[in-house]
């Protein structure tokens, strides 16, 4: 039997929808914080460390385990370090525990100066989940400015410092998240499943001290009116993104944070108890789908006007990617497009890579969309599309 007096994670993830939790437990010492793991994992009990909620999707089911989410929230500039080579913007090592809001350590670091991360603007989500999706946008990810991530490694039950050649970043991927799928995102989950074999105590980036930095997206130099490859200030680049995110309807309803179950968790930009009309594009997982890796033979039977862009396969060979938003459009899916007229969930009024939850939406009514968009991309390209939030009790197939 649930109790009342945990949250559902319909109050804890931005898609608004999931079952009530068993146990809520939210610790804000690093020795609170191992010891809600640990007794987890020695109970027997399934384990999900949650962040923001922003990526996931979970069951309407009870979840009969343990959600532990870190309140833990500092950030600390550790030191400053010789240029790499003469002329070049001094370097600096900024370290943030796990439980940080990612756009609260963004604005932190815009606000210091420090660059290499204010494109990464208005991302929901925490520090700690930032690295285990890798995120990225507008021309810049995660794990290209990380320098190392403390671990609770549950395997050994020590604490482990992973530097970036054992981290394996690449597009949405990290050995962190690996470690929750024997065989790549949404394949049979490992024993640790839903969350990684290592959980993220506190993450260490490593930022240029300058106030200016290159613009290398060209929607993001439209935006400022410039050439992709100049370099502009930070705090121009941030506010350009958030315009973008936001006109995307991508930025997280602040709204939520009126939530007791949400109230405290950030410091940037919190709505309490807001009269405003609620943005229902706003009620997501961000983007739905990654954009698909392909072989450069499935990308000579795109149409032309097809996005491409340079990638690699998880092998390491030369390979495509293309947008998913641009394939799910062109297979007949429009801005706004529900199964039924009834349904209460649909892709987001803004953009067609955002499934959303229209107010009443059940975790099915978004599995049921989801699983017509994939399969309707499929049969128009024959490129199967991957989810990009974590499945808890859910399955599209």
């Not at 993830?13 to 804000?28: C, K, L, R, S, W």
Request: net charge negative; hydrophobic share 40%.
């Amino acid at each position: 039997m649930m109790t009342q007096n945990t949250p559902r994670f319909a109050d804890i993830t931005t898609m608004g929808v999931g079952g009530h939790i068993a146990e809520f437990i939210e610790p804000d010492s690093r020795p609170g914080f191992l010891e809600a793991i640990i007794m987890a994992d020695v109970s027997g009990k399934a384990l999900c460390v949650i962040g923001g909620g922003s990526n996931m999707l979970v069951s309407d089911d009870d979840f009969d385990g343990v959600v532990v989410r870190d309140a833990r929230r500092q950030i600390s500039v550790l030191d400053e370090a010789a240029p790499v080579e003469e002329g070049a913007a001094p370097l600096t090592s900024v370290s943030a525990t796990a439980g940080v809001h990612w756009d609260d350590f963004v604005d932190y670091c815009v606000r210091m100066g420090l660059a290499g991360v204010e494109a990464l603007s208005g991302i929901p989500g925490t520090v700690g989940a930032s690295v285990v999706q890798n995120i990225g946008a507008y021309g810049q990810e995660v794990g290209s400015v990380v320098s190392s991530v403390e671990v609770w490694d549950r395997e050994t039950q020590t604490v482990r410092t992973l530097l970036p050649e054992e981290l394996n970043f690449s597009y949405r991927h990290s050995l962190l998240k690996n470690s929750m799928y024997t065989a790549g995102a949404h394949s049979e989950p490992t024993k640790y499943f839903p969350s990684p074999r290592y959980i993220v105590l506190e993450v260490t980036f490593t930022l240029m001290h300058s106030s200016t930095n290159t613009v290398d997206m060209a929607q993001l130099a439209r935006s400022l009116d410039v050439e992709v490859g100049e370099r502009f200030h930070i705090a121009d680049i941030r506010r350009a993104v958030l315009d973008i995110r936001e006109a995307k309807g991508v930025l997280e309803d602040t709204q939520r944070y009126a939530n007791p179950w949400m109230q405290g968790t950030t410091d940037n930009g919190v709505i309490n108890g807001s009269s405003e009309e609620t943005d229902r594009d706003k009620w997501s997982c961000g983007s739905f789908f990654m954009n698909p890796i392909i072989s450069t033979e499935q990308a000579e039977r795109l149409p032309d006007d097809a996005p491409r862009f340079s990638a690699h396969d998880p092998e390491g060979n030369p390979a495509v990617k293309t947008s998913a938003a641009w394939l799910i459009q062109h297979a007949g899916f429009a801005p706004g497009y529900r199964v039924s007229s009834n349904s209460q969930a649909s892709l987001s009024s803004k953009h067609t890579l955002v499934l959303t939850n229209r107010g009443a939406a059940q975790t099915s009514d978004i599995v049921e969309l989801a699983r017509t968009i994939r399969d309707g991309v499929e049969r128009t390209f024959g490129i199967r599309l991957v989810p990009e939030p974590v499945f808890i009790g859910v399955e599209l197939d």
